[in-house]
């Protein structure tokens, strides 16, 4: 099982970045997909997530609007689509799957099996 994240970088405040995640090593059609980040000295926190089972996604209310989560035809990468980036979105990035499809499910940490390395979005003010 693997999760290989890439795509992030240095970018000024306004500005766009693409993250990618291809997994590999399971079935992922049946694993719903997602997205988490963590800043220095925070928790981990929920950022975007697609259900495998009705393909619904969500996303933290501070993202609404300027991020968009994707997963390809294959349903083995998902992208993560960020504009109108800012400098609190300064954090790494980390991929994730999980055999859950709920959202009271998807939204805890626990219920992910699978992460990937993680990759650093910094947003310059």
């Known amino acids: 099982v693997q999760l290989q994240a890439s795509g992030g970088g240095l970018v000024q405040s306004g500005g766009s970045l693409r993250l990618s995640c291809a997994a590999s090593?399971?079935?992922?059609?049946?694993?719903?997909m997602g997205w988490f980040r963590q800043a220095p000295g925070k928790e981990r926190e929920f950022v975007a997530v697609?259900?495998?089972?009705?393909?619904?996604?969500w996303y933290v209310d501070s993202v609404k609007g300027r991020f968009t989560i994707s997963r390809n035809k294959a349903r083995d990468t998902v992208y993560l689509q960020m504009n109108d980036l800012r400098p609190e979105d300064t954090a790494v990035y980390y991929c994730?799957?999980?055999?859950?499809?709920?959202?009271?499910?998807?939204?805890?940490?626990?219920?992910?099996?699978?992460w990937g390395q993680g990759t650093l979005v910094t947003v310059s003010s």
């Open positions: 994730a799957a999980s055999p859950y499809y709920s959202y009271s499910d998807l939204f805890s940490t626990v219920k992910w099996s699978d």
């Open positions: 090593g399971r079935d992922y059609r049946v694993y719903s």
């Open positions: 697609e259900s495998y089972r009705d393909r619904r996604t």
